[in-house]
């Protein structure tokens, strides 16, 4: 179990108090859908709209540079 998980609403890391996703749990993701990154991009899709309810301030492609951005 993972303590680089969300804390709503600003989205930042319980772990380490980056923006998140941070790197720790970027690399952790990339491990839990490793053969999986369509699996992996639909759910850091979910992740950003929910996301951009919370942090409408924030613009969209900040938002999505930081969500799927790190995908490629």
Same mark, same amino acid.
């Given at each position: 179990?993972?303590?680089?998980?969300?804390?709503?609403?600003?989205?930042?890391?319980?772990?380490? #108090? !980056?923006?998140?996703?941070?790197?720790?749990?970027?690399?952790?993701?990339?491990?839990?859908? /490793?053969?999986? &990154?369509?699996? *992996?991009?639909?759910?850091? #899709? !979910?992740?950003?709209?929910?996301?951009?309810?919370?942090?409408?301030?924030?613009?969209?492609? /900040?938002?999505? &540079?930081?969500? *799927?951005?790190?995908?490629?």
């Amino acid at each position: 179990m993972t303590t680089h998980g969300p804390v709503l609403p600003l989205w930042s890391c319980g772990g380490c #108090g !980056a923006p998140w996703p941070c790197g720790t749990r970027r690399r952790e993701l990339r491990a839990e859908f /490793v053969g999986a &990154r369509v699996s *992996l991009a639909l759910y850091m #899709g !979910a992740q950003l709209v929910r996301a951009s309810a919370d942090l409408h301030w924030v613009p969209g492609g /900040v938002l999505h &540079r930081r969500f *799927l951005g790190w995908l490629r």
